[in-house]
């Protein structure tokens, strides 16, 4: 079976500070990892994948598989920054997604 | 940009009656989902269709819940005889996956609640 855990449920950071938001899985074949946001009153959303290797508005998220985590980081974060984070894992044929309980990332002023 | 709309937006029914949600998934999709979150817990996948057949259900997707694609535009959600502990948002997701692209793009959500 696979799980993802967000041992987070609220972050609050000061704008311009670094951000860490904390994402473990398990999974038992080789998994496809997600970052989802949903900003206020607006639609979950893809942020970043660990198979692209992209930044996104600043994200970055490194698998590491001996550790069965995707960390999501920002050096320097937004007041825009602040939203729900639901990291995810997809495996399988059908490509379902496994969400974890989710991050509300408050940047403050 | 191509979008997944789900209508309504909020629907309130009495419980034992019968619901239907519907999403329009982008047209090139082959994928289709659907997954509910109830107030306060996380996102749940509730049923995969693909190629005109459920490939895939959730131990929540019980007897009372059906899906369908009439159309081939509209996917539809039914839940034949609504309980309170239904009450939750419901979101629509279509994929491609075409060339290994498996991004899921989300509907902005059906909020159900059961009075």
């Known amino acids: 079976a696979q799980r993802v855990t967000q041992p987070e449920k609220l972050l609050s950071v000061f704008k311009g500070a670094p951000v860490e938001l904390k994402c473990n899985y398990s999974?038992?074949?080789?998994?496809?990892l997600f970052w989802y946001v949903q900003y206020s009153r607006q639609r979950l959303q893809l942020l970043l994948r660990?198979?692209s290797r992209e930044s996104i508005k600043g994200f970055t998220a490194d698998l590491n598989k001996g550790e069965t985590s995707f960390h999501l980081k920002k050096p320097f974060a937004q007041e825009e920054d602040s939203a729900m984070y639901y990291c995810?894992?997809?495996?399988?044929?059908?490509?379902?997604?496994?969400f974890g309980k989710g991050t509300l990332l408050t940047v403050n002023p | 940009e191509p979008e997944v709309t789900q209508t309504p937006s909020h629907q309130v029914t009495q419980m034992g009656q019968e619901v239907i949600l519907r999403c329009v998934p982008i047209?090139?999709?082959?994928?289709f989902y659907w997954y509910r979150q109830i107030l306060g817990q996380k996102v749940e996948f509730l049923v995969s269709?693909?190629?005109?057949?459920?490939?895939?259900k959730s131990e929540i997707f019980d007897d009372q819940f059906s899906v369908e694609r009439p159309d081939g535009s509209n996917f539809t959600l039914k839940i034949r005889s609504t309980k309170l502990e239904d009450s939750a948002m419901y979101f629509c997701?279509?994929?491609?996956?075409?060339?290994?692209?498996?991004?899921?793009?989300f509907g902005q959500g059906t909020r159900l609640t059961v009075v």
């Open positions: 999974y038992s074949g080789s998994p496809e």
């Open positions: 995810a894992i997809s495996g399988g044929s059908n490509y379902k997604l496994t």
């Open positions: 660990h198979i």
């Open positions: 047209s090139n999709h082959l994928y």
């Open positions: 997701a279509s994929s491609q996956y075409r060339g290994g692209d498996t991004e899921a793009f």
């Open positions: 269709f693909y190629n005109n057949e459920i490939s895939e």
